[in-house]
């Protein structure tokens, strides 16, 4: 891997694309017309804060990756740590006046998730609970920030609400996946403190809260008959990460997990544009 690939990596990329992704999709929650112009310099400032964070969580996990993750850019020694530095403050300032320009607001909230995103890789990530809760946090924001670029809220409380519950319960997993690294440490993640069986349990009661929730906007006539079965796919392999979980007794070996969880987001994404779908056809 060059130096190059390894600054290409290290914020991420595909974290930042579904972030885009999320904003662009909040854009067509607004009730108005959206500018695609502001939605596109949101979807831009969103990916380059959510990778600035990405590369700083990287330089504060150093040594845990070396075990949990040793083949990212830092623990492999592709790229030093001063060039990981130099690259996510570079992220997290062109983020920011990216978002300035679009609108005080967009800038506030922007300088708000990157003190926050600080916040959780420097003390939170690897405390009881509240680092997994911050991330769902920030997941979430990028909903109403893009529909906030066209004008207004809409509808973006869907979206936001289901991808807090998302990312909470892969965080959880993710900590699962991690208490090797985490051990050493001496972390204090939830699987550490409360065992990894009753992480697991808690994490599927929030993908089941999530499943109850995604009913909610066809029962409630907001969205239609199609976007319940774009739900399918989603609960699925939602499904399908909770028999693991179960049949692995909670003791994960890999992020596999974890990966597989990511792509539910962008399953969950294309249920949500086709519920906006048919709401404006509707």
């Not at 790229?79 to 300035?100: D, K, M, N, V």
Request: hydrophobic share 60%.
């Amino acid at each position: 891997m060059s130096q190059l690939s390894a600054f290409f990596l290290l914020p991420r990329p595909l974290n930042g694309l579904i972030t885009a992704l999320s904003v662009g999709i909040g854009a067509l929650t607004a009730d108005q017309i959206p500018a695609w112009s502001a939605i596109l310099l949101a979807a831009l400032s969103a990916a380059l804060i959510n990778g600035a964070g990405n590369a700083f969580n990287d330089l504060m996990d150093i040594e845990v990756d070396r075990i949990n993750r040793p083949l990212r850019p830092l623990p492999a020694g592709r790229l030093s740590p001063s060039a990981a530095r130099i690259e996510s403050l570079l992220l997290a300032l062109a983020g920011c006046a990216l978002a300035f320009w679009i609108s005080l607001w967009h800038g506030l909230i922007a300088l708000v998730v990157v003190v926050l995103l600080a916040i959780y890789s420097i003390s939170l990530k690897h405390s009881l609970l509240w680092g997994n809760v911050l991330v769902a946090v920030v997941g979430a924001i990028a909903f109403p920030y893009g529909a906030l670029a066209a004008g207004d809220i809409g509808r973006s409380w869907i979206p936001a609400l289901f991808a807090f519950l998302f990312h909470l319960g892969r965080e959880i997993v993710k900590d699962i996946e991690d208490v090797a690294g985490d051990q050493i440490r001496g972390e204090r993640t939830l699987p550490l403190c409360w065992g990894r069986t009753q992480a697991a349990v808690l994490a599927a009661f929030v993908y089941l809260l999530l499943v109850g929730f995604t009913w909610m906007p066809f029962f409630a006539g907001i969205y239609g008959a199609l976007y319940a079965l774009a739900l399918l796919p989603v609960h699925a392999l939602v499904g399908h990460v909770l028999w693991q979980l179960y049949r692995q007794r909670a003791v994960l070996t890999d992020d596999r997990l974890g990966r597989l969880l990511k792509v539910g987001m962008f399953l969950g994404l294309v249920a949500i544009v086709v519920g906006e779908a048919v709401f404006a056809l509707g």
